[in-house]
C-alpha cells in the first residue's frame, strides 16, 4: 500500500515533542499495540494514539506500521525508539539526581554495576553495608559502562563496581576482587564431562556474548587467549541479557563465557567449567570508581567497608 509523503522535521519539533509523546511511543513498541499502551500508561486509547501521530508529524517518518494485530516498529522507528529510550533513561537519572539531594541529610547511596548481582563479592559487600548501616537507602543501577561513566561525571551514581578499570578524568580507583572466567555448557555437551576446559577445546565450537558487559571483554580474553583466527571458535553476538543467553545454551545453540559470579543464578540444564590455560585458570579484576569531589557521607561509609574487606588502598585515577 502506498504511504503518503512525511514532511520534513520542522524546527518547531524540539519544542512540540514532549516526554510524554517518547513515553506513548516506547510503550506501543514494548506492548506491541496501542490499547495494551495505553492501558500501561493508564491512558485513553484515543489520547496515546494521537500522540503517536503527533510525534511521527514532528519528526517527518514513520515510527511504526499499523496492521490488525497492532504495530510494530518500521526501520526508522527502531532508531527513534533507542533515541527515545536513552532520554527517558537520562531524564530518570536527572530525578535520581534530585531525589538524592533532597534525601542526602537521611542518607542514599546509588552503586553502579555492570556484573552479576546474584552472588559473590558484590553481593556481599551490599549486604554487609545494608547491615552495618540500614537507615541508609541502598540503590542499584545496572548499565553499560559508558553510561555508568555518565552517570558518575553526572553524580546521579555514586561509585561503580566494574570489571578492570575505567580511568576517568577527575575520579579515584580502588582495586577488589578478582573472579575466575567459566565456560557455560549444556549439561550433555562433550566438553563437560572433565572438570576443566582448556581454552584450545574451544576451537569449532560456537560460544554466544551478549553486547552488553562484560561480554567485548570476554570476547577480548578469549582472542588474546587463541591469537591464530583458524584455531578460535565462532563468536556469535547477542543484543540480549545474559539471561537470554542462558537460555540458548540450554537450547544447545552454542556455549559461553561468564564470570564466576554468574554461577549464583541457577538455570536448568547448564554446567559451569573452569577455563584453563597452561598459566592457570584466568581471572577478571574488579574494582571501584567514585569522584573525589563527592561529598555523600554514605559513600564514605562505603569505602571504608571496600578497603577493610580488600585491604587495597586507593588509587589516583
Same mark, same amino acid.
Given at each position: 500500500?502506498h504511504?503518503?509523503?512525511r514532511?520534513?522535521?520542522s ?10 509523546? %517518547? ?23 484515543s ?11 514532528? &519528526?517527518?517518518?514513520?515510527?511504526f #506500521? ?6 510494530r ?7 527513534? &525508539? ?5 532520554i527517558l533513561?537520562?531524564?530518570?537519572? %536527572? ?6 539531594v ?14 552479576s548481582?546474584?552472588a559473590?563479592?558484590?553481593q ?10 540500614p ?9 553499560s ?14 561509585v ?15 582495586? &577488589?576482587?578478582? #573472579? ?10 562433550? &566438553?563437560?564431562?572433565g ?14 556474548l551478549s ?10 580474553l578469549?582472542?588474546?587467549? %587463541? ?32 564470570? #564466576? ?44 567497608? %571496600? ?11
Amino acid at each position: 500500500m502506498h504511504k503518503p509523503r512525511r514532511s520534513r522535521p520542522s524546527l518547531q519539533a524540539s519544542k512540540a515533542i514532549e516526554l510524554k509523546h %517518547l513515553k506513548s511511543a516506547v510503550a506501543a513498541a514494548d506492548c506491541g499495540s496501542i490499547r495494551g499502551a495505553a492501558e500501561l500508561l493508564r491512558s485513553q486509547q484515543s489520547s496515546l494514539s494521537r500522540r503517536i501521530d503527533e510525534i511521527e508529524h514532528h &519528526l517527518g517518518i514513520a515510527i511504526f #506500521e499499523r496492521y490488525s494485530g497492532g504495530v510494530r516498529p518500521t526501520r526508522a522507528g527502531h532508531d527513534v &525508539l533507542r533515541l527515545a529510550r536513552s532520554i527517558l533513561e537520562e531524564f530518570d537519572a %536527572l530525578l535520581a539526581t534530585a531525589i538524592s539531594v533532597h534525601n542526602s541529610e537521611s542518607g542514599r547511596l546509588t552503586i553502579g554495576f555492570c556484573t552479576s548481582l546474584s552472588a559473590g563479592n558484590l553481593q556481599t559487600s551490599l549486604l554487609a553495608f545494608k547491615e552495618q548501616f540500614p537507615q541508609i537507602e541502598l540503590v542499584t543501577v545496572e548499565r553499560s559502562r559508558t553510561r555508568l561513566a555518565a552517570a558518575l561525571r553526572s553524580g546521579s551514581v555514586d561509585v561503580l563496581i566494574v570489571t578492570g578499570r575505567l580511568q576517568l578524568l577527575n575520579t579515584e580507583e580502588m582495586p &577488589l576482587w578478582s #573472579e575466575r572466567v567459566l565456560v557455560a555448557l549444556p549439561h550433555d555437551h562433550p &566438553l563437560a564431562g572433565g572438570e576443566t576446559v582448556c581454552w584450545s577445546d574451544l576451537r569449532g565450537q560456537t560460544v554466544l556474548l551478549s553486547h552488553y558487559d562484560p561480554g567485548k571483554e570476554l570476547e577480548d580474553l578469549l582472542i588474546s587467549k %587463541l591469537l591464530s583466527p583458524e584455531h578460535r571458535p565462532k563468536i556469535e553476538r547477542h543484543d540480549v541479557s545474559r539471561g537470554i543467553i542462558k537460555s540458548l545454551i540450554s537450547m544447545s545453540t552454542g556455549i559461553s563465557l561468564v564470570l #564466576e559470579s554468574d554461577m549464583g543464578a541457577n538455570f536448568a540444564g547448564l554446567v559451569y567449567r573452569e577455563l584453563r590455560d597452561g598459566t592457570g585458570p584466568s581471572r577478571f579484576d574488579f574494582s571501584a570508581t567514585w569522584r573525589p569531589d563527592n561529598e555523600n557521607p554514605a559513600l564514605r561509609e562505603f569505602l571504608k567497608l %571496600l578497603t577493610a574487606r580488600y585491604r587495597s588502598p586507593p588509587i589516583g585515577g
